[in-house]
């Protein structure tokens, strides 16, 4: 009786929390990239950041208002330049 109780009580909360849909959704075609890895980092991303500069930028902004200290970064970038294996990655 229990256990009954306390799924119809968890039952009851999770159909509460849905939000129905009025609006239509809107959809779109998702850009699509052809990277070929055999290029430069350089080369290989530079459509998709010209496109995405905007939001990248936002979230740059976002991202550095985070209490990261910069010894973490000094850091990060020590293992990435001295200890990772894929140096084709860090450029």
Same mark, same amino acid.
């Given at each position: ?26 959809t779109?075609?998702? @850009?699509? %990239?052809?990277?070929s890895?055999?290029? #430069?980092?350089e !080369?290989?991303?530079? +459509? ?8 990248l ?8 208002k985070?209490?990261?200290?910069? @010894?973490? %970064? ?5 293992? #990435?330049?001295? !200890?990772?294996k894929h +140096?084709?990655?860090?450029?």
């Amino acid at each position: 009786m229990k256990s009954l109780l306390i799924f119809s009580v968890i039952l009851v909360l999770a159909l509460s929390t849905v939000i129905p849909r009025v609006e239509p959704i809107v959809t779109h075609i998702p @850009k699509t %990239y052809k990277v070929s890895l055999d290029d #430069a980092p350089e !080369v290989r991303w530079k +459509q998709i950041l010209e496109d995405y500069k905007v939001p990248l930028a936002k979230f740059m902004e976002d991202f550095n208002k985070l209490p990261i200290p910069e @010894k973490f %970064y000094n850091g990060v970038e020590w293992y #990435a330049k001295n !200890v990772f294996k894929h +140096q084709d990655f860090v450029a």
